[in-house]
């Protein structure tokens, strides 16, 4: 595409908004601006007002901008396609100044309450700024003197900042040398675009600000386009952009490029095309190409919105969304940290499968992971994805073979060389809470409903009281950090906390932490001769012992095996 504008002028922040209405589009960034911008934003001011040449400007890099035809407006519309944070600020920042010279009221100053309301507004409280999308209330809200729902949102931050910084006694004084060095002053270079230039398509490829575009941004780029393209309407357009911030609520704005990129891996084998943070051109090939594709564009969004749902159900899941089997493995899950099954979940989710079998299926392939990773040998996370892409696309029988692999079937089956194995391996800590509340969900009247939250807590602590070390078993091995470190870390030397029951003894001796850990811990719920909490003392052979008892008790319970049985392991009926 040849892109025809302007050519490029040096304008002031007056002459932009003098006599226009200016709007920022649904596809651009949010406000990212913060404190350290707000500061030098306001130093910058400080410099020209301070400065005795009064032909000195301070440049803010460049402004792109597009006219909008056909409006009924007395004065002409422009998108911004690229400024939206230094214009934003620029709106900020002297609604601020407004704001404080109306409450002083000083008969000097009145001329200058019209000069800022002159170029901020159009007949009346209309504002020449306009911010589509989920930031355009919090504007209004600040404009009507309100504070907007959401009092983390950065343009409320930045109108705080600004509002403590200029109401200070000392800077208060000089309000209108802020306000006039500001819109004469501070310059950066305008870039008109022609008329028949793409706005969105320059939006994608400019990098002026030096703020790269996220995947997720280009995505999102892209889908405008489409809908611009295919004609929707405007209120299709602004029904994506709301349910596009309310997908970026659900699945929470650090989580959105993996969220994306979870949903290709449940719509197509895993390939070197596509990774966690480069997706946006696969993406864009395989969904957003074809004449097909875009025709279905707002079936595509649907399937996008229906899976992040199920996403934000993974990341903070519901009892009553999952019910009890699916809800107990997904607390599993997220307690081992294997979010490779993530992209299953949602396809099983998505059509409906959310059986017992189905969640034997999952338990199957958790145990399997725990048993190969606590052996320190690779997990097949491209099998997972694999029997993924195999159930969307309803491809049962294959997804069934891979499930009943030699491989994974001998993994999952009872074996005593497993539990020799076990009793020699240093366990990590989620590997530790994982197999404890497998074990206290059979013991303990929660059941499956023990939290997502439970704590590890060490028997003996990691950082123990000097009373320890005169107990003369301890004592023989305090200058020996690998002994030490072994009974710490030991699988015999830990159990859960209940959520929020802080235990103050925690670094005490033993007699005087097992006040609390009787009705803190899950340790109440073992039944064996070594009575630990009858103990005045616990001892480095107390640790193994117990160790020894829970391994035994794992095995007796059966909760690292599927089954003994040889038959087929299947999905389907």
């Given at each position: 595409?040849?892109?025809?504008?302007?050519?490029?002028?040096?304008?002031?922040?007056?002459?932009?908004?003098k006599?226009r209405l200016?709007i920022?589009?649904?596809y651009?960034?949010?406000?990212i601006?913060k404190?350290?911008?707000?500061?030098?934003?306001l130093?910058?001011v400080?410099?020209?007002?301070?400065?005795k040449?009064?032909?000195e400007?301070h440049?803010?890099?460049?402004?792109i901008y597009?006219?909008?035809s056909?409006?009924?407006?007395?004065?002409?519309?422009?998108?911004?396609?690229?400024g939206?944070?230094r214009?934003?600020?620029?709106?900020i920042f002297?609604?601020?100044i407004?704001?404080?010279?109306?409450?002083?009221s000083?008969?000097?100053?009145?001329?200058?309450?019209?000069?800022?309301k002159?170029?901020?507004f159009?007949d009346?409280q209309?504002?020449?700024?306009?911010?589509r999308?989920?930031?355009e209330?919090?504007?209004?809200?600040?404009?009507?003197h309100k504070?907007?729902?959401?009092?983390?949102?950065r343009i409320?931050?930045a109108y705080?900042?600004?509002k403590?910084?200029?109401g200070?006694?000392r800077v208060?004084?000089?309000?209108e040398?802020?306000f006039?060095?500001?819109?004469?002053r501070?310059?950066?270079v305008?870039?008109k675009?022609?008329e028949?230039?793409?706005?969105?398509?320059?939006?994608?490829?400019?990098?002026?600000?030096?703020?790269?575009?996220?995947p997720?941004?280009?995505i999102?780029?892209?889908?405008f386009i489409?809908?611009?393209?295919?004609?929707?309407g405007?209120?299709k357009?602004?029904?994506?952009a709301?349910?596009?911030?309310?997908?970026?609520?659900?699945v929470?704005?650090e989580k959105i490029?993996?969220f994306?990129y979870t949903?290709l891996?449940?719509?197509?084998?895993k390939?070197?095309?596509?990774?966690?943070?480069?997706f946006?051109?696969?993406?864009?090939?395989?969904?957003?190409?074809?004449?097909?594709q875009?025709?279905?564009?707002?079936?595509?969004?649907n399937e996008?919105?229906?899976?992040?749902e199920i996403?934000?159900?993974i990341?903070?899941?519901q009892l009553d969304?999952?019910g009890e089997?699916f809800y107990?493995?997904?607390?599993?899950?997220?307690?081992?940290?294997?979010?490779?099954?993530?992209?299953?979940i949602i396809?099983?989710?998505?059509k409906?499968?959310?059986?017992e079998?189905?969640?034997?299926?999952?338990q199957?392939l958790?145990?399997?992971?725990f048993?190969k990773?606590?052996k320190r040998?690779v997990?097949s996370?491209?099998?997972?994805?694999?029997w993924?892409w195999?159930i969307?696309?309803?491809?049962?029988e294959?997804?069934?073979?891979?499930?009943n692999?030699?491989?994974?079937?001998?993994?999952?089956e009872?074996?005593d060389?497993?539990?020799?194995?076990?009793?020699e391996k240093?366990l990590?800590?989620?590997?530790i809470k994982?197999l404890?509340?497998?074990?206290y969900v059979?013991?303990?009247?929660l059941?499956n409903?023990l939290?997502?939250?439970?704590?590890?807590?060490h028997?003996?602590p990691?950082?123990?009281?000097?009373e320890?070390w005169?107990?003369?078993?301890?004592?023989?091995?305090?200058e020996?950090?690998?002994?030490?470190n072994?009974k710490?870390?030991?699988?015999?030397?830990?159990?859960?906390?209940?959520?929020?029951k802080?235990?103050l003894a925690?670094n005490?001796?033993w007699?005087?932490k097992i006040?609390?850990?009787?009705e803190?811990?899950?340790?109440?719920?073992?039944?064996?001769?070594?009575?630990?909490l009858?103990?005045p003392?616990?001892?480095?052979e107390?640790?193994d012992k117990?160790k020894?008892?829970?391994?035994?008790?794992?095995?007796?319970?059966?909760?690292?095996?599927i089954?003994?049985r040889?038959?087929?392991?299947q999905?389907t009926?």
């Amino acid at each position: 595409m040849t892109t025809k504008i302007s050519p490029p002028e040096l304008t002031s922040f007056e002459s932009l908004f003098k006599n226009r209405l200016l709007i920022i589009p649904h596809y651009q960034r949010d406000y990212i601006w913060k404190k350290d911008n707000w500061k030098q934003w306001l130093e910058d001011v400080e410099k020209l007002i301070n400065c005795k040449d009064i032909e000195e400007i301070h440049f803010v890099s460049c402004i792109i901008y597009k006219e909008i035809s056909g409006t009924n407006l007395p004065f002409p519309e422009y998108l911004i396609i690229d400024g939206q944070q230094r214009i934003t600020t620029f709106f900020i920042f002297s609604l601020v100044i407004l704001e404080l010279l109306e409450e002083d009221s000083f008969e000097s100053t009145s001329s200058w309450i019209e000069i800022i309301k002159q170029i901020l507004f159009f007949d009346k409280q209309k504002p020449r700024l306009i911010v589509r999308g989920e930031k355009e209330n919090s504007v209004q809200a600040l404009i009507k003197h309100k504070n907007p729902e959401n009092s983390e949102e950065r343009i409320f931050q930045a109108y705080q900042y600004f509002k403590k910084e200029l109401g200070n006694k000392r800077v208060r004084k000089h309000l209108e040398d802020y306000f006039e060095n500001l819109k004469d002053r501070v310059k950066f270079v305008s870039i008109k675009l022609g008329e028949k230039e793409d706005a969105l398509e320059i939006f994608k490829s400019i990098n002026i600000s030096g703020v790269v575009l996220a995947p997720t941004d280009l995505i999102k780029a892209e889908f405008f386009i489409i809908y611009e393209e295919r004609k929707l309407g405007s209120d299709k357009i602004d029904k994506f952009a709301e349910e596009w911030e309310d997908m970026k609520k659900r699945v929470g704005k650090e989580k959105i490029g993996h969220f994306f990129y979870t949903f290709l891996c449940t719509k197509f084998k895993k390939t070197n095309e596509y990774s966690e943070k480069n997706f946006y051109n696969f993406f864009k090939d395989k969904l957003l190409k074809s004449k097909e594709q875009k025709e279905k564009i707002e079936e595509l969004w649907n399937e996008i919105v229906k899976k992040s749902e199920i996403y934000g159900q993974i990341l903070s899941p519901q009892l009553d969304y999952w019910g009890e089997l699916f809800y107990s493995t997904i607390l599993e899950m997220k307690i081992l940290g294997v979010n490779q099954f993530i992209p299953l979940i949602i396809v099983l989710k998505a059509k409906g499968l959310q059986s017992e079998k189905e969640s034997n299926v999952l338990q199957k392939l958790i145990i399997y992971y725990f048993r190969k990773n606590t052996k320190r040998q690779v997990f097949s996370k491209s099998d997972v994805l694999k029997w993924t892409w195999l159930i969307q696309n309803e491809r049962i029988e294959q997804a069934e073979d891979i499930l009943n692999d030699r491989g994974i079937v001998e993994e999952t089956e009872k074996s005593d060389i497993f539990w020799d194995e076990l009793e020699e391996k240093w366990l990590t800590e989620n590997e530790i809470k994982w197999l404890l509340r497998k074990f206290y969900v059979i013991c303990s009247p929660l059941g499956n409903f023990l939290s997502l939250s439970l704590q590890i807590e060490h028997m003996f602590p990691k950082n123990p009281d000097e009373e320890w070390w005169t107990i003369s078993e301890w004592k023989t091995t305090k200058e020996d950090k690998h002994v030490i470190n072994e009974k710490l870390y030991s699988l015999g030397n830990t159990t859960l906390l209940i959520p929020k029951k802080n235990i103050l003894a925690s670094n005490k001796v033993w007699k005087e932490k097992i006040k609390e850990f009787k009705e803190k811990t899950f340790l109440q719920y073992e039944k064996n001769e070594l009575n630990l909490l009858e103990k005045p003392v616990l001892l480095p052979e107390d640790i193994d012992k117990r160790k020894k008892w829970l391994i035994q008790k794992f095995k007796e319970s059966g909760i690292l095996f599927i089954n003994e049985r040889k038959e087929r392991f299947q999905l389907t009926s």
